[in-house]
């Protein structure tokens, strides 16, 4: 490998550095040797990852050079140990005083990156370096636990205490091995990731979570996701000691984001009711176990414990906390506009010392809060949501984040804390209804729409002032995309003594930008708030992107500013012929909002792209959207880039008003030139994310594309300087758009001519992962169904739906059904359990699967994917509609009726596979399985609310997963859910009918259609009878008026009748399902005295006397009082009196 110096320190490389990675290197090593910070951007493909590792790993094997140097140089007291190599050459990665005594004492480095993906292919880079230093990855139990019994926990939070309470008892094997299997050198010496770290976990049988903590000791670099690193409750739970440390954050362009969020807070009614809903259950289990006791103490039996160590006085004073804080909270005077009220960071330590809660007494109740939540989660039966619980935890932490200093008693925090922070209070508006709480301590305000309490964090300086107070050696900012740099370390807050803004590794023949202010009619293109609407704007942009498909070979990505202008284009598009044209040369594809599709909807834009058929493929997506966000589109998956406009933040959003106006007070306050002002910021917002969308374009050294600026405001100075130093040299303006045109032809035809073609991409891996520095974007090579592709671009947009008649059950599905055939020869899947069985499989099936054309595939998604996110919006507004999208060529076809359960099963596994972790994913199918198999209904609830219930966004999988219960158990089903989630599942009483019971009634139903059809179409043709009707006039005329009007006088009686038959019917259904749930819930001889009541109240007519006989029987078990409090009861009894056959 090839070794070079810089500033003095020989560095091993890979291969030989191109100019700018020794650059990189360079500055890289300025920061450590000086101790200062820096700020270093590195376009994508110029191998930084690689760089940052050699040159801190040199660096550091130079600094243990130079304590050797030292050491020796005292035991020969002055002598040479080598004559022609003298000590002082040894080392010069430090000044004398910084040479510390033991190498122990060397200084670590934590690296950070945005996610676990990311840092496994960063740990995979440094297995391609010569460097071995001890490693160390830090992950969280859910990613690292191997115990059977705490993986089975969904919620993370369970997770961690059920560890927690065996870690104490010793009750965990693998936590007990840890410490003899940690000096292991196949554990030590190795370099692994986090899945080499659970894969050698289970082979030594030691804990993959302990074990890291462990070899984080001896570790000379740490791993870890960024958030555990800038947040401070996360720094404590992971016990960082950052003294001394270098501190790397690679893909650095979401710092300031996160620094701001995890130093903030938004507290919900719903947040608060649960966390009260959670105290009432230990306050009524304590209450119980208090009361036992005085029994057992009369007859000197012994005392119960329910495990909490807490009087009932303490439990009460807690809820009483809650209780004060909600009164707070809402107490505070809304102006009438309903735009909330914004006031200073300090009004949250008066808010809270109103509900008792201050730097005094937050000790007590955040060990208090930490006991009960121990409690609940060793508690077994129902599960209780201590979300409420633990969100209120956390930000009591973060409001209290410093202590005061000791003896003091009247401690408030200084102004420098405060004034990064800013309270508002606003109206509710989230989704979520607030629970109704029916205690006696319920707060009036349960009864009208609650305040949200958000504490927002507006300067990302405060996290890194606390990284520096703790004592770090040097702060490493790094990413593709940071320009503008300046504004970047203005809004950090510390110095970046080092910068860099790094040149790419390509040539001039590989990079083509263009600003292109007017479309081919000569309209002027600016998405400005005013205009972006407009229909000459709209029509200019359809005609610039459909004749730049024509000249952009192979894959097309078109980059909107926000979702709303991206739906009002197409929408646009569409009416006139924009999309057919655009679609004529390539299919489009648009990013969906919600992640479960969006692998899905990737995977069929890169077949269609490599599918020798087609002309290639355009991908229509929103800047800080996922596709802008780090996917990766090398080669031919992106040979253009469309920027559309400018993306500026929602200007009128409480918080970005209120960042704005923080800086704009900062400056004024005379920090001066240390902020940004509003507007700069506001304007930096934009062009980073722009930065951020150019970034997909160029990911390697031999790929090459073109970028266009379609908005005249790119032609303005200030914007075009905001662009990334290595995009700027290359950027003209093209006044004329033929000569744009023609210059990106002649562009693409030079570059096709000179650049190797790209090697053939691998169909392995997913799509999903956003990785910034993938190189082979990947293609599913498991398709269950191919969707024929809708031939009206208003089939895949829900703005652009045109109403249609639905038909269906009224239970909410999770994705949208397409007309559907099945491709593979093998059994259709009839439900849940057949499509987990499916999606399982070997993987011989999978590749009988991946006989599905890249084709067939890019067919089924194209146009526009956005129909699934607007489905999973409208389950939000509690909407639970069904939309079914036929495709016009087989709209004249009856659908098989299978067709859509087979669709909901396979979609919905997929969803919930791509939504849950791997090992809440296995033990979602063995819940499965086991309900298969042992019909175990509460064990299935108990199961399925623990892996979906703490997370709000996984609501309506649960509710989702209604379709696939056995009717038996629907209606206690839409209960829990009812309960859980606070919205039901559309239960009605026909669901609990089994399948032959259901084919019957519907057998029914069809027939007394058909006879209502036949009925119609006979009074049509009286009403129109052509022999008399169309004569001209005379007598038979008359007549047929005359007759006419006696089948209109006939109609409405007979519509009357059909009515009262279908109302038959119905309490037909009722009746039959009613007594059903009766059968089944209570004894046989119980059952025989319940239908004995009945049978004499429909001869008798005495009311009472059946309802006290129904009274008794559902009222003997707790678990039977449903059957009384059924809201179909009084149907029932009153169709039973009415029906003239028995009841079963």
Not at 144 to 152: A, S
Not at 273 to 289: F, G, P, R, T, Y
Request: glycine residues 6%; hydrophobic residues 35%; aromatic residues 8%.
């Amino acid at each position: 490998m090839p070794r070079i110096t810089l500033n003095g320190i020989t560095v091993d490389f890979p291969f030989q550095p191109y100019e700018c990675q020794e650059a990189y290197m360079a500055k890289v090593l300025e920061c450590l040797q000086k101790k200062v910070n820096g700020i270093l951007e590195s376009p994508t493909g110029t191998g930084k990852t690689l760089c940052l590792l050699c040159s801190t790993l040199a660096w550091r094997e130079h600094f243990k050079d130079t304590i050797s140097a030292r050491k020796i140089a005292q035991r020969m007291n002055g002598v040479e140990l080598f004559p022609e190599r003298p000590m002082s050459s040894w080392g010069n990665a430090a000044t004398d005083a910084d040479i510390p005594t033991y190498y122990t004492d060397v200084p670590k480095i934590i690296y950070a990156s945005r996610t676990h993906s990311q840092l496994t292919q960063v740990i995979n880079e440094l297995k391609n370096t010569v460097y071995r230093p001890k490693i160390c990855v830090l992950g969280s139990r859910e990613q690292l636990c191997i115990n059977p019994e705490v993986k089975r926990q969904e919620s993370n939070h369970m997770q961690i205490y059920m560890c927690r309470m065996k870690v104490m008892a010793r009750a965990c094997h693998f936590y007990n091995n840890v410490e003899e299997k940690s000096t292991e050198k196949e554990l030590v010496d190795s370099i692994m990731d986090i899945e080499d770290l659970v894969k050698n976990g289970n082979k030594h049988r030691a804990c993959p979570y302990y074990l890291s903590r462990s070899l984080k000791q001896q570790a000379d670099i740490i791993f870890m996701p960024y958030n555990y690193l800038l947040d401070s409750k996360s720094r404590r739970a992971h016990n960082l000691d950052l003294k001394g440390t270098v501190v790397i954050l690679d893909e650095a362009h979401n710092v300031e984001k996160l620094c701001e969020e995890s130093s903030s807070f938004d507290l919900t009614p719903y947040d608060l009711a649960s966390a009260m809903d959670a105290i009432n259950v230990v306050l009524e289990e304590q209450a119980k176990v208090v009361q036992q006791n005085e029994i057992n103490a009369e007859f000197n039996m012994e005392l119960a414990n329910s495990g909490l160590n807490m009087e009932l006085e303490d439990i009460a004073k807690i809820k009483k906390i809650l209780l004060q804080l909600e009164s707070a909270i809402d107490a505070v005077e809304l102006p009438p506009n309903d735009s909330g009220v914004t006031k200073g960071g300090s009004y949250i330590f008066d808010l809270f010392a109103e509900a008792q809660i201050t730097f005094q007494t937050k000790s007590s109740l955040l060990e208090s809060l930490e006991q009960i939540l121990q409690f609940l989660s060793g508690r077994t039966g129902i599960f209780v949501n201590t979300s409420g619980l633990h969100k209120l935890s956390d930000i009591i932490q973060t409001v209290f984040n410093i202590d005061p200093p000791e003896g003091t008693t009247g401690f408030m925090p200084h102004q420098s804390i405060s004034k990064y922070y800013k309270v508002h209070i606003h109206l509710d508006n989230s989704n979520q209804k607030k629970k109704q709480r029916t205690d006696l301590w319920n707060s009036s305000s349960a009864k009208k729409q609650g305040k949200t309490l958000s504490y927002w964090c507006f300067s990302p300086g405060y996290s890194m002032h606390e990284l520096v107070r703790q004592g770090v050696r040097t702060i490493i900012l790094t990413s593709g995309t940071l320009s503008p740099l300046s504004s970047f370390t203005m809004e950090m807050q510390i110095p970046f003594p080092v910068c860099l803004e790094n040149p790419h590794v390509i040539d001039k023949h590989q990079l083509w930008v263009g600003i292109i202010p007017k479309g081919p009619d000569g309209a002027v293109l600016t998405s400005t708030y005013e205009r972006r609407f407009s229909e000459d704007y709209l029509s200019s942009l359809g005609k610039t992107i459909g004749n730049l498909v024509r000249v952009v070979p192979h894959g097309l990505l078109v980059f909107f500013p926000s979702y709303p202008v991206m739906d009002k284009s197409l929408e646009y598009w569409r009416e006139h012929d924009f999309a057919k044209r655009i679609e004529e040369v390539k299919p489009m594809f648009v990013e969906p909002r919600n992640k479960g599709s969006f692998a899905e909807v990737m995977d069929a834009y890169y077949d269609k792209v490599v599918c020798p058929k087609s002309n290639g493929a355009a991908f229509l997506a929103v800047c800080r959207g996922k596709a802008s966000e780090g996917l990766d589109f090398a080669d031919i998956n992106g040979r253009g880039v469309i920027i559309t406009g400018l993306p500026f933040p929602p200007r009128m959003e409480p918080r970005v008003v209120l960042k704005m106006q923080f800086l704009d007070e900062m400056r004024r306050s005379g920090a001066g030139a240390q902020y940004l002002s509003g507007r700069e910021w506001y304007s930096q917002q934009a062009s980073r994310a722009v930065n951020q969308a150019i970034g997909r374009v160029i990911r390697h050294r031999q790929d090459y594309g073109a970028i266009f600026l379609c908005d005249h405001r790119f032609t303005t100075g200030d914007v075009r300087g905001k662009l990334p130093s290595w995009v700027r040299p290359y950027v003209n303006v093209y006044d004329n758009f033929g000569h744009a045109v023609r210059s990106v032809s002649l562009f693409f035809r030079v570059a096709q001519e000179i650049m190797p073609p790209p090697l053939p991409q691998c169909p392995s891996g997913s799509a999903g992962s956003l990785s910034e520095s993938d190189t082979s974007p990947s293609t599913s090579s498991e398709q269950i169904l191919s969707l024929k592709k809708a031939k009206n671009l208003d089939d895949h947009v829900p703005s652009l739906k045109r109403k249609r008649k639905v038909n269906g059950d009224g239970a909410s599905s999770l994705c949208t059904e397409y007309e559907q055939e099945l491709v593979s020869p093998r059994r259709q899947c009839m439900g849940l359990l057949d499509a987990l069985e499916r999606n399982e499989k070997s993987s011989e099936d999978a590749e009988e699967e991946s006989d599905l054309s890249g084709e067939e595939k890019a067919q089924r998604l194209s146009t526009l994917s956005l129909q699934y996110e607007k489905r999973l919006t409208d389950e939000q507004k509690g909407g639970r509609k069904k939309i079914k999208l036929v495709s016009n060529t087989q709209a004249d076809k009856k659908a098989d009726l299978t067709e859509p359960k087979k669709a909901r099963a396979t979609l919905y596994i997929a969803t919930v596979k791509e939504t849950l972790s791997q090992q809440n994913y296995d033990l979602f199918s063995k819940a499965l399985q086991h309900y298969k198999k042992t019909d175990d209904f509460h064990a299935m609830l108990s199961q399925m609310s623990s892996l979906f219930i703490e997370d709000e966004k996984k609501h309506i999988l649960l509710r989702e997963f209604y379709q696939f219960v056995r009717p038996q158990h629907k209606k206690q089903f839409d209960e829990a859910c009812c309960n859980l989630t606070g919205v039901g599942c559309g239960y009605k009483p026909e669901h609990s009918l089994l399948r032959e019971e259901r084919e019957i009634l519907a057998k029914k139903i069809e027939e007394k259609e058909s006879q209502q059809k036949t009925a119609f179409s006979k009074d049509s043709c009286s009403q129109l009878n052509p022999g008399l009707h169309l004569n001209r006039g005379g007598f038979h005329l008359t007549t047929g008026l005359n007759s006419a009007g006696q089948n209109t006088s006939r109609a409405p009686r007979k519509d009357t009748e059909k009515a009262s038959s279908s109302r038959r019917d119905h309490h037909q259904v009722l009746r039959a399902t009613y007594l059903n749930d009766v059968k089944r819930a209570l004894n046989k001889s119980t059952y025989s005295r319940f239908y004995e009541a009945l049978l004499a109240y429909k001869k008798t007519d005495n009311y009472d006397a059946m309802i006290s006989v129904i009274a008794a029987l559902t009222t003997e078990r707790p678990e039977d009082f449903h059957l009384l409090q059924s809201k179909e009861t009084p149907i029932i009894i009153k169709s039973t009196k009415a029906s003239s056959v028995p009841p079963t």
